[in-house]
Structure formats: structure tokens, C-alpha cells
């Protein structure tokens, strides 16, 4: 397939998820937000805008910027409506490759995204609304596009993208840690059910912690999505070497991996930070290899004659 | 009729045009009968209602075109445009001809000009066009073919005779509404599709791949087919992906391709694949900076080489620009007679050559009647309406005219044919024109039945270009009649198979409700008991 398209491919998955991460996360903080004096509404909102990898342009940023940044910014890369709004630029110019089923979805989400109120009540249902639709898009891509390349390019952006967003969320703990139960953040990710079924009495941070971390058969764990992402990646370069591997993209990925699952500590709780910033460094320069190796458009437009 | 067409008479009389719904006196054409029967039934509320829905599923599949930078839905309207078989079979016999006659023109301009050494054209015609390439001249295109799509734009006059407005052997675009109009109409008046046979549309893509592969350079077995497309912000984007989409083919911007040693190839995620065939949309000006314009970012340098050299087809031919020429346009009955030796079956417009001393002239003491157009002009720019226009813009028109007399040419006022369009409250009659698509393989020239109607929503207004507030309508091509007898092909029947499987949930959840009922009933009973 052309590589432009591959990299569209790519990009839809890593925005649809981002989409459907940020909703998760805003729907569970707004809850915790709203309750807080105004003071510390405004401190809480702008380190919650830092950890999802945006700076407040004022000091004046309180509730009402978070939920534009986060939710409405068509502008931003980091809000919701700017990254569904990429996703389905994307899909338009990958339009003949996806299924028409995934590209409608992907519009109409679009087209749906100015009819929500803006207010925080509004947005509840919003970042609702935002759930049903990516979890639609995936879907939609799941059961109508060809398990083949593109669509392991679709996979792999969303389960770098995921691993990611798990670490965002684990890392908003830090921010709202006067209260942040782990309740809410195994709600975060939808979670919480699975999570009390593996675990049954042995409740609290360190186990929640370690079950969004770790956890080999929960979708939204770090090291389940690194090893979907291993196994695509895998899959679209399928030579086998006896030593090492020459695919930049594999070692980052599986070192990241590798990393979490073989580490043993006693005290996950204030290695937490350091963990997430390893991942999501690991999540760049492995989404940064990709693009050398498939979608690189480098090459300048020369024109090359006859071959003698 | 209901109140719908109320005063449609009156309006469709003002027109002086003719109808393609009513003849005069308000009777429904056979050809209408159902449709005229499908719109009675249907009160104002449904008739907006669907034209609602249509609309919204336009924007949702992103059937758009795009417009100074905004992604508009190509507006539809409700009620179709009915050609009776007949009248299709004159009208797919004349687009045959003309594009049979076209490519013998244009390989014979790029060859040998025998036109014009037998006197049919002159020589200063051809090569003045701004479309005439001379970087193409002297050879054959791998494959043979050089007008693989067209569209010839015709018109129906105030008698009702169909005439020839000007034909696109470029870039012809516009199929893509055909296909996504059909679509929407059988959910938009399903009532209409039943008793009749209308000549489907759907198999565009299927001629049109099977043509681009025969035309491959030869010696590949299995030639790749690509769309190429100048990219998202074209204003026919929408039909470069749907018709890659539908082909099965890659959509590739000229970025993604490397010309090398004559070959051109793409670049993918496995590497560099060689491309045989590409259906080209974009403008020959763009298409090779080597060749044409040097700045251009949208196309590939080395494409035109590789042409000659026959490492590749582009579709359509590069240079055919010189066949769209409004005033070879002109000549094109002369060159139907000189190459294929008939009679034009459908006519030209007249039109005032205003080389010629005596028709400018007699042009520039009319031009407030007449419709002056510029001869390399698309999409409805540079034109203009005698009756409509300004003193200032005739003037303005005339100055331009004296001092380029070769870059236009005018014709009388047509009075389009009419179709009842739905506007604010009622329907009204607007003008159409229709543009049927031919797919050339080389050895037959095959007519899509119908083609997109394009209409003028504004009242009174004749031009139907979408980028100046036109929209389209469905055009439905009827079958020839029933009397032919259709060949009632056996089918085998299907075995129902009765049993559906299923876990026997239900009888066991139901027994089991009705037991903890019972248990509830009993422990409720003990309880009684247990105070009393």
C-alpha cells in the first residue's frame, strides 16, 4: 500500500484513540473539578492540561478553558474535536482505502461535534457521546476492513496511542492526588469492574496501579497495549533475524515492554512517575521510527532519467 | 396534482423553454407517468422531509465538491429526470460518434495534420490552441487511446431537439454524482422505481477499470491501475476517491510517485511498485514540471517521457485539451463527416466563429442578444449573457473581443429544457442540461445510460455550473419497452430450513422466574404466618 496512505492509517488510529482517552479521562476529573474552591480549580486545571501535553497560554485558565481545551479546540492536537477532527481528515485522504462504513462514522462524528452545549453538564454527555462514537469507529474497523496491512496500521497507532493514554492517565493521579481515589481511576479506563472480578479483596493504590500497569489480559493495560502494538509491528515485517533486531520501532516497543513486565519493586507507588515517563517516551520514539521506516516521504521530487 | 405544482403552468409558460415533465396544458409526459403518480401522493411536509434527509445523507457519505476552501454537499433535487428510451438511443448513437471522431482528430493533430492539408481546418487553429502541446507531438500513445472518458455536454432546445453545448475530452468529471444520485433516490422516491425499468448506473467503474487495463502498455500481464489526483483540495476530490474506491485501485498524489528509466513507479510501505496505467486528473499543465509548468508541486517530472516512450498510459492522453477547444468545437460536423463519413447525429449549437470578419460583425451589433464565451473556458468562467449583462459589460466584452477575436466565440441564447425542481415551498421549472459519460476501450465506445442533469436553481437562470449555485438531479434512462419479452431466467428455489438455533435460554430463565416467584410467594407466606 502507498505509504501516505499508511501513515493516514496510522494517524487515525493514535487520534481516535486520543479521543476516546481524553473523554474517559475529563469525564472522571470534571466530577472531582467541580467540586474544588475556585483557587484550586485554576491550579488543578492547568497541571491537568500539563499532564495531557499542553501548557495554559494565561494564568487565567480555570474550568471553563479546560473543557475548551480538552473537549472543543478544534485547533488543538490534544482536545477531543481537534483530534476526531483530524481522524476524519485523515480518513478523507485514505478515503478509497477504508471502508465506507468507518469513513462515515469518522464524518458524521465530525459533523456532530458542534451540537453539544459547552457548559459542564453539556459536556458530560459530550465526552459520552465521544465514547460511543470511537468505540463505533474501532468497530467499524474491526469488522469491515481486511485484516491486512492498512488495517494493521490502524491498529498500531491506536494501541501506541493507548498505551500512552494510560500512562496520562495514571499520571493525572499525581495532579488531584488530594482525592483522586483509585476508584476513579480504574473508572477512568473502564476498568473497575474487570478489576475488582481479578482481584477480588486485594483492593487499593498499588493494586490499581499495578492492574492498569501490568496486567496481561485487561485491553487498556500499558503492557497489553504494547504488546498489541509489538505483535502488528510484528506482523507488517515479518523477517526473522537470528540476532537482535534491526526495526528500530520493535526494540523501543519491546524494551518498553519488557521493562514493565520483568521489573520488580516493592514500592510501585513512587517509581509511578518515572514508570509513565518512560512509556510515553518510548510511545514517541517508537511512533517517531515508524515514520522513518514506512511513510518516509523524505526523499526530495527529483526527476531520474534514462538508466544507462 | 397537488398543491405542489400550483402555478407551475404559469411559470413553465414565461420560460418559453420546453418541458421535460409536463407538454403544454399540464399533462404528464408517458415517460413521467410514475413519477407524476409517486410526487401526487406526497404532501409538502414528505416532499421536504426527504429532501432533508437526502441532504443530510449527502453530507454524512461526503458526497461534496469543494468550494473556495468549504466542503458543500452537491444539492440534489427530489424529482428526476426521465429520458425515454427512444430519445437515449439517438442520444448514445450521437455521443458514440462524436467521440469516435474526436480521437481520429486528435491522432491525426499529433501526427501527420491531414485535416488540415485537406482544407477541413486550418492549420492556424490548431496550433494557436492553448491546449495544443507540442511536447506530445509525434507519437502514439502506449495502448492506442487517447479520449478513454469524456463527457459531451448536450442541451434540448425550446423545440425539443437535442444539441451538442460544448465536449470535455480532459478531464470530464462529474460521473461520481451520477452514481451517488442513484443511491440516493431509491431512498428518496422509492414509489417512482417500481412499475418501470430504469437502465442502471452501477457498473461506471467496472467499464471504466476494465477499459484503463486494456489500454496498458503492452507486454504487462497485469497491468496497475492508478487515480491520480492534484489532492484533498480539489474541488472533484470526493470523485477521485470515490472512483479509486470503486475501481479498487490506488489513489495517488503526484508526490507519491518516481518516474525512473521511463518507468513510473509508487511509493509503498514494501517499497517502489511499478504503475502501468494512470487515470489522470489533473491538468496537463501540472502533470510534468519538465514539460509544462516548472513549478508545479502536483504532478511527477518524467511523466511525459515515459509516455512516449510507452512505459506508461496516462488516461486521458495528454494534449487532448485541443479537442475541447470551443472553436474546433465548432468544426467538430465537418471532422464527423471527414473521418468517419456520416452524418452528425446530434447537431451543433450555431455558433459565430468571430475569426471570420463578417460574424464578428454581425456579432458586435448583437451582443446583447447573444451568449459570448472564451474557447478555452470550463466550468462556466469568462461567460457571457448578452440579455443578462450590463452596458458596462458588453463594452468591457467588446473591447476584449476586438482584441482577441481567436479566444472567443457566440452563440444564440438557448431557452434549456425545464424539469419541476423543488424550491422554498413549491416546485418550480428550472433549467438542465444533461452531460452523458462515454468510456473508450479502444475498440467500442460505451455510453453510460443517463448521465448527471445538472439544473439551475435559481429562477430563470441558465447557468447549471455547481461552482455558480447549480445543483443535480437524478437522470433516469427507461428501459426499451416492455414489449420486448425479457427472458425469464429460472432460479433455483431456497430450502427454508426451518429450525434457528438458539441456547435454550428462554423456557429455562421463564421456569426459573416462575419458581423464584413461587419460592418469594412462600417465604412471604411464612413470614405472614410468622407474625401473625
Known amino acids: 500500500m502507498l505509504s501516505r496512505i499508511a501513515e493516514s492509517l496510522f494517524w487515525i488510529g493514535r487520534y481516535v484513540e486520543r479521543a476516546d482517552g481524553t473523554a474517559r479521562i475529563l469525564d472522571v476529573h470534571l466530577e472531582r473539578l467541580n467540586h474544588l474552591p475556585m483557587e484550586e480549580q485554576r491550579s488543578v486545571a492547568q497541571e491537568l492540561l500539563a499532564v495531557m501535553g499542553a501548557r495554559a497560554q494565561s494564568d487565567d485558565f480555570g474550568l471553563p478553558e479546560l473543557l475548551n481545551a480538552l473537549a472543543y479546540d478544534k485547533q488543538s492536537a490534544t482536545s477531543i474535536a481537534g483530534s476526531l477532527g483530524a481522524a476524519r481528515e485523515n480518513a478523507r485522504r485514505a478515503r478509497e482505502t477504508v471502508s465506507s462504513g468507518l469513513w462515515e462514522s469518522l464524518n458524521t462524528t465530525y459533523y456532530g461535534l458542534n451540537q453539544h452545549r459547552k457548559d459542564v453538564v453539556g459536556t458530560y454527555r459530550f465526552c459520552n457521546w465521544v465514547l460511543e462514537r470511537t468505540a463505533m469507529v474501532s468497530g ?21 496511542e493507548r498505551a500512552d493514554m494510560t500512562a496520562r492517565m495514571l499520571s493525572t493521579r499525581d495532579v488531584l492526588s488530594a482525592g483522586m481515589s483509585w476508584v476513579n481511576m480504574l473508572r477512568c479506563a473502564g476498568a473497575y469492574e474487570s478489576f475488582l472480578r481479578t482481584r477480588r479483596a486485594a483492593f487499593g493504590d498499588q493494586h490499581a496501579a499495578e492492574f492498569l500497569l501490568l496486567d496481561r489480559l485487561f485491553p487498556r493495560s500499558i503492557v497489553y497495549a504494547l504488546r498489541d502494538a509489538d505483535e502488528c509491528l510484528a506482523k507488517l515485517d515479518p523477517s526473522a533475524q537470528r540476532v537482535g533486531f534491526i526495526n528500530d520501532a520493535r526494540r523501543i516497543v519491546g524494551q518498553a515492554r519488557t521493562f514493565l513486565e520483568f521489573h520488580r519493586t516493592d514500592d510501585l507507588m513512587s517509581e509511578l512517575p518515572e514508570h509513565m515517563e518512560r512509556v510515553q517516551k518510548a510511545v514517541s520514539q517508537a511512533s517517531d521510527a515508524i515514520s522513518r521506516k514506512y511513510f518516509n516521504q523524505a526523499d526530495e521530487l527529483a526527476w531520474v532519467g534514462e538508466v544507462s | 396534482m397537488s398543491d405542489l405544482f400550483q402555478e407551475y403552468s404559469e411559470a413553465a409558460g414565461r420560460t418559453g423553454a420546453y418541458d421535460e415533465m409536463f407538454a403544454p396544458g399540464q399533462q404528464a409526459r408517458r415517460s413521467y407517468g410514475q413519477v407524476a403518480l409517486a410526487l401526487r401522493e406526497l404532501s409538502l411536509a414528505d416532499v421536504s422531509a426527504r429532501a432533508d434527509s437526502m441532504a443530510r445523507t449527502f453530507l454524512d457519505r461526503g458526497v461534496t465538491f469543494d468550494f473556495a476552501g468549504e466542503e458543500r454537499p452537491f444539492p440534489l433535487d427530489i424529482v428526476p429526470r426521465v429520458i425515454p428510451a427512444d430519445e437515449w438511443s439517438v442520444l448514445e448513437r450521437g455521443v458514440a460518434q462524436r467521440v469516435r471522431a474526436l480521437e481520429a482528430f486528435l491522432n491525426d493533430v499529433y501526427d501527420k495534420m491531414t485535416v488540415v492539408s485537406d482544407g477541413v481546418i486550418p492549420r492556424q487553429l490548431v496550433t494557436t490552441s492553448a491546449h495544443f502541446h507540442r511536447q506530445v507531438h509525434g507519437f502514439e500513445p ?14 434540448r432546445d425550446a423545440e425539443g431537439t437535442f444539441r451538442v453545448l460544448e465536449d470535455n475530452v480532459r478531464v470530464p468529471s462529474g460521473v461520481s454524482y451520477v452514481l451517488e444520485n442513484r443511491r440516493a433516490m431509491a431512498k428518496g422516491l422509492p414509489e417512482a422505481f417500481g412499475q418501470q425499468l430504469i ?21 504487462v500481464d497485469d497491468p496497475t491501475v492508478v487515480v491520480l489526483t492534484p489532492g484533498v483540495f480539489n474541488s472533484a476530490y470526493f470523485e477521485h476517491t470515490l472512483l479509486a474506491g470503486l475501481m479498487g485501485v490506488e489513489l495517488v498524489e503526484g508526490r507519491d510517485l518516481i518516474c525512473r528509466g521511463n518507468r513510473v513507479y509508487m511509493r509503498t510501505t514494501a517499497g517502489e511498485q511499478r504503475v502501468d496505467v494512470i487515470y489522470k486528473r489533473i491538468d496537463d499543465e501540472f502533470l510534468d514540471p519538465l514539460q509544462f509548468r516548472a513549478d508545479s508541486m502536483l504532478g511527477c517530472p518524467g511523466l511525459v517521457n515515459a509516455a512516449r516512450a510507452g512505459g506508461v498510459t496516462i488516461a486521458n492522453a495528454v494534449g487532448n485539451g485541443v479537442a ?10 465537418d471532422l464527423i463527416r471527414y473521418y468517419l463519413n456520416e452524418e452528425p447525429v446530434i447537431a451543433n449549437v450555431d455558433t459565430f466563429r468571430l475569426e471570420e470578419k463578417e460574424a464578428r460583425e454581425h456579432v458586435l451589433d448583437r451582443l446583447d442578444e447573444l451568449v459570448v464565451k472564451p474557447v478555452d473556458g470550463s466550468g462556466g468562467k469568462g461567460l457571457v449573457i448578452g440579455p443578462d449583462a450590463s452596458r458596462d459589460e458588453l463594452d468591457a466584452l467588446r473591447k476584449r473581443i476586438i482584441a482577441d477575436p481567436r479566444g472567443w466565440i457566440a452563440q444564440p441564447v438557448l431557452q434549456l429544457s425545464t424539469v419541476p425542481t423543488l424550491s422554498g415551498d413549491k416546485f418550480g421549472p428550472r433549467h438542465v442540461d444533461l452531460r452523458p459519460f462515454a468510456v473508450n476501450d479502444g475498440e467500442d465506445v460505451w455510453v ?4 448527471l442533469t445538472r439544473v439551475a436553481l435559481k429562477e430563470g437562470s441558465l447557468i447549471v455550473n455547481s461552482s455558480q449555485g447549480g445543483g443535480s438531479k437524478d ?6 419497452s416492455p414489449q420486448v419479452p425479457v427472458e425469464v431466467i429460472p432460479r433455483p428455489t431456497i430450502a427454508v430450513r426451518e429450525r434457528v438455533s438458539v441456547w435454550p435460554v428462554e423456557s429455562n430463565w421463564r421456569d426459573s422466574q416462575k419458581e423464584q416467584q413461587q419460592q418469594q410467594q412462600i417465604s412471604d407466606a411464612q413470614e405472614v404466618t410468622a407474625n401473625a
Open chain 2, 324 to 333: 475541447d477547444d470551443k472553436l474546433v468545437y465548432s468544426y467538430v460536423p
Open chain 2, 142 to 155: 502506449a495502448g492506442g487511446v487517447r479520449v478513454h472518458i469524456s463527457g459531451i455536454d448536450v442541451v
Open chain 2, 199 to 219: 437502465r442502471p448506473v452501477e457498473e461506471y467503474p467496472r467499464r471504466l477499470l476494465s477499459a484503463l487495463r486494456k489500454t496498458a502498455p503492452s507486454g
Open chain 2, 448 to 451: 453510460l445510460p443517463g448521465g
Open chain 2, 475 to 480: 437522470t433516469w434512462v427507461l428501459a426499451d
Open chain 1, 140 to 160: 467499524l474497523a474491526d469488522t469491515t476492513v481486511s485484516h491486512d496491512e492498512s488495517w494493521q496500521f490502524l491498529v498500531l497507532g491506536r494501541s501506541l
